[in-house]
């Protein structure tokens, strides 16, 4: 008999009463995303090409998170990462006013996820 493993997409919920959503550590938000939840990177181009990628993440700019989140069927949690909370706190709790009740946002941003040694891509032009 082979032993297989689960990973749990439930993400930390934001209480009920506030539209709070959820600071998460790099290696929690890499679990989520290997769990299904959908991953975006809402750091500027220019950022992505000084400091490095995220191949698994999808690309939504920050005035695009309207349109880019419009299919309000999709109910995975979702991931929010940018260069910081900052960045990425301000997404996360739009997204959980539009009613998106599973979102989190990587504490410490990108810098974070690439010193824990997740999944990251190399930087395209570091003079950008």
């Known amino acids: 008999m082979t032993e ?4 749990a997409c439930d993400l930390p919920a934001a209480p009920s009463t506030t539209h709070a959503a959820v ?19 809402v750091r500027s181009d220019g950022f992505r090409a000084r400091t490095g990628g995220l191949p698994q993440a999808e690309i939504v700019a920050k005035d695009r998170l309207a349109e880019a989140f419009a299919d309000t069927s ?4 979702v991931v929010v990462i940018c260069g910081s909370i900052n960045g990425s706190g301000p997404v996360a709790e739009q997204l959980v ?12 941003g990108f810098a974070a ?3 824990a040694g997740l999944l990251t891509t190399p930087a395209t032009d570091p003079d950008a």
Not at 74 to 77: A, I, K, N, Q, S
């Open 97 to 108: 006013a539009s009613g998106f009740g599973n979102v989190v946002h990587v504490d410490g």
């Open 4 to 7: 297989t493993t689960t990973i």
């Open 113 to 115: 996820w690439k010193d």
């Open 74 to 77: 999709d109910t995975r949690p």
């Open 23 to 41: 600071l998460v550590s790099p290696a929690i938000a890499a679990l989520a995303v290997q769990g299904g939840a959908r991953f975006i990177d």
